[in-house]
T-cell receptor, first 114, second 111 residues
Framework: GAVVSQHPSWVICKSGTSVKIECRSLDFQATTMFWYRQFPKQSLMLMATSNEGSKATYEQGVEKDKFLINHASLTLSTLTVTSAHPEDSSFYIC??????????FGPGTRLTVL | RKEVEQDPGPFNVPEGATVAFNCTYSNSASQSFFWYRQDCRKEPKLLMSVYSSGNEDGRFTAQLNRASQYISLLIRDSKLSDSATYLCVVNLMDSSYKLIFGSGTRLLVRP
């Protein structure tokens, strides 16, 4: 199956700093990538849909100025959590959609904001 | 009302048991249905798609009832390695191709 990587796999940062998470499709081109967030004992919640070369579409309640998404190429999308606060601590997972729109998930990034 | 609802469990069963999970979805326009498995602190992995006619993959059987907007997953002869959270997922198959996840049902298989 297709492989999607995320970097870093975990990050600890101080409150107020910004954190960038990378999502890469390693062996296929992904026109669309998705960013999810998962809090403990809850399900994945879609944050935004990212299309290569265009602005991301954010889900209701997700602040676009706080969660900056850049999808500059067909194999890379980045999510930047700006001015992170403890309530942003979560498991962030990306997925990349291939030709048949099947989504392949990255291994996730665990963010802890102190 | 949640778009996809599941019993959170946990279901605690002995090895070899048969266990069934249920899921309901609210949007009748949903077109594609899946069961994903998620291990603790890991990403979800596709277990199987769910088709209207029902489908089986080894010990796993999935069924869909569009009229009732109900999806099920049956696991026979449970193994210790089946312990995980099982996520019911639907896709509207509109232009966005968004997946909507249920909150998951946790399964614990004991020796």
């Amino acid at each position: 199956g297709a492989v999607v990587s995320q970097h870093p796999s975990w990050v600890i940062c101080k409150s107020g700093t910004s954190v960038k998470i990378e999502c890469r499709s390693l062996d296929f081109q992904a026109t669309t990538m998705f960013w999810y967030r998962q809090f403990p004992k809850q399900s994945l919640m879609l944050m935004a849909t990212s299309n290569e070369g265009s602005k991301a579409t954010y889900e209701q309640g997700v602040e676009k100025d706080k969660f900056l998404i850049n999808h500059a190429s067909l194999t890379l999308s980045t999510l930047t959590v700006t001015s992170a606060h403890p309530e942003d601590s979560s498991f962030y997972i990306c997925s990349a959609a291939g030709d048949r729109n099947e989504q392949f998930f990255g291994p996730g990034t665990r963010l802890t904001v102190l | 009302r949640k778009e996809v609802e599941q019993d959170p469990g946990p279901f605690n069963v002995p090895e070899g048991a048969t266990v069934a999970f249920n899921c309901t979805y609210s949007n009748s326009a949903s077109q594609s249905f899946f069961w994903y498995r998620q291990d603790c602190r890991k990403e979800p992995k596709l277990l199987m798609s769910v088709y209207s006619s029902g489908n089986e993959d080894g010990r796993f059987t999935a069924q869909l009832n569009r009229a009732s907007q109900y999806i099920s997953l049956l696991i026979r002869d449970s193994k210790l390695s089946d312990s995980a959270t099982y996520l019911c997922v639907v896709n509207l198959m509109d232009s966005s191709y968004k997946l909507i996840f249920g909150s998951g049902t946790r399964l614990l298989v004991r020796p």
